[in-house]
């Protein structure tokens, strides 16, 4: 099931290491899927202190393992030779088996029961050092990261998330952005199974890509793999503070990536529209207005609660035009931790009162805006206190919504505007009796 390198900072007792997660060894060669697998896994192994050559005991030694212990035998230095599913008696053969791969003394585990850890502890504890051990202390609050705050250090990345439907580069673009090929591509569609995590650095700002699996429409979406790969893609959009939805600009605004667009903003999230391709429109100037137009009118029908969302063009495969998304990730990203001043606020508030008076209510009294406050950002959140909450309707709100995003100036990101009725402080107390 894994294609790419997962790669994920572990610890067995005292031991603290990062662990990739490789995908399988071919023998494959040239350009096939599995041999370009198979060149990333050989990359990780030179790259790495430690190899935990792992066979499956029960299936006893195959081929492939005997090809692969061949090729690492030239750096046995580092190998530490694992027999999982040694759990009962099963993988008594494939254990006994293990020895005539020259790679030393197996180790016999159970990963998914947790046995022959203690063993394992012990071989990586000849390659890497423990822990040293340090007296508890009490953090510093002004070392602390403010989540609400969206300040970013070194303890806080942005979390930038790509995603998209299948093959339209998301892949080409994170490994253009870091400058190497870190993650699995090519011309087939859906390579990418897991979201793969890249902690980067732009400009000196730290920066956490998360390249998703593509998602087709759920109709179309049979295979139980595929399902666990969009699940995990939608996992990946409600954690991330910015989410990049890649089109392919030969065929821009198709109802999936409104679909993929419209997942974004209902979580919340900052959203980023990168149009990738743009070296197919370069051709037919009048196409490519034709595009371009025909995108943001769709952007403007389909999600008019967001307006102006960012759209930025390039091409991955060449670079030409990627310099410009960074940027407009990181304006995006502040407007979406965008705070307003309560003062501010509420004389803006009593400002949109005057020039466009609340609606009377059915019972002919006057809906009173009383007060308004911001409660969080990511994305902003306001509270407005209101008379008669349940009279004021929708279009009222809209209203306030829209003048907020203009008057402010939050285009592009998601504005969540709720009603509140203020509390009577005389309701529930008892009348005084007068004797």
Not at 58 to 68: I, T
Not at 334 to 361: D, F, G, Q, S, Y
Request: hydrophobic content about 40%.
């Amino acid at each position: 099931m894994t294609r790419d390198v997962r790669e994920q900072p572990a610890q067995l007792g005292d031991l603290a290491f990062t662990l990739l997660d490789t995908a399988g060894w071919e023998t494959a060669s040239g350009e096939a899927l599995e041999a370009r697998m198979r060149r990333f896994t050989e990359r990780a192994i030179e790259s790495s202190d430690v190899v935990l050559f792992l066979i499956d005991a029960r299936a006893g030694v195959l081929p492939l393992d005997q090809s692969f212990a061949g090729w690492l035998r030239k750096r046995s230095a580092k190998v530490i030779l694992v027999a999982n599913k040694c759990e009962g008696r099963a993988g008594q053969q494939g254990l006994a088996e293990a020895h005539g791969l020259g790679l030393g003394e197996p180790i016999p585990v159970s990963a998914e029961h947790g046995e022959g850890l203690s063993d394992l502890h012990e071989a990586l504890g000849r390659h890497v050092e423990p822990m040293p051990e340090e007296d508890e202390e009490e953090l510093d609050p002004e070392a602390a990261v403010d989540a609400d705050a969206g300040e970013l250090t070194a303890a806080r990345p942005l979390l930038l998330a790509i995603v998209g439907r299948p093959n339209v580069g998301k892949s080409t673009l994170l490994n253009r952005l870091v400058g190497e090929e870190r993650v699995l591509t090519g011309p087939e569609a859906g390579i990418t199974r897991d979201s793969i995590r890249v902690e980067w650095e732009w400009k000196g700002r730290p920066v956490r890509l998360v390249d998703t699996a593509g998602m087709r429409r759920r109709s179309r979406i049979e295979a139980k793999l595929e399902a666990a790969s969009v699940a995990d893609t939608l996992d990946t959009i409600r954690l991330a503070d910015v989410a990049v939805v890649v089109l392919d600009a030969s065929d821009m605004a198709e109802k999936q990536d409104l679909n993929i667009a419209g997942w974004v903003i209902e979580e919340g999230r900052a959203l980023v529209i990168a149009v990738n391709k743009t070296d197919l429109l370069a051709d037919d100037q009048s196409q490519s207005t034709k595009a371009w137009r025909k995108l943001r009118d769709r952007l403007e029908a389909s999600f008019a609660q967001v307006k102006d969302v960012p759209i930025v063009g390039f091409s991955a495969m060449s670079g030409r035009g990627v310099e410009r998304l960074l940027p407009k990730v990181f304006e995006t990203y502040e407007i979406w931790n965008k705070r307003v001043p309560t003062p501010k606020l509420n004389r803006w508030l009593r400002e949109m009162e005057t020039l466009h008076p609340p609606p009377l209510a059915s019972n002919g009294r006057r809906i009173r805006l009383r007060f308004m406050t911001q409660i969080k950002r990511r994305p902003p959140t306001f509270v407005l206190s209101v008379s008669q909450p349940e009279e004021l309707g929708d279009d009222y709100l809209r209203y306030l919504t829209n003048r907020l995003r203009d008057d402010f100036g939050m285009p592009g990101v998601p504005i969540r505007l709720t009603m509140r009725k203020p509390k009577n402080p005389y309701e529930g107390r008892a009348r005084k009796k007068r004797y």
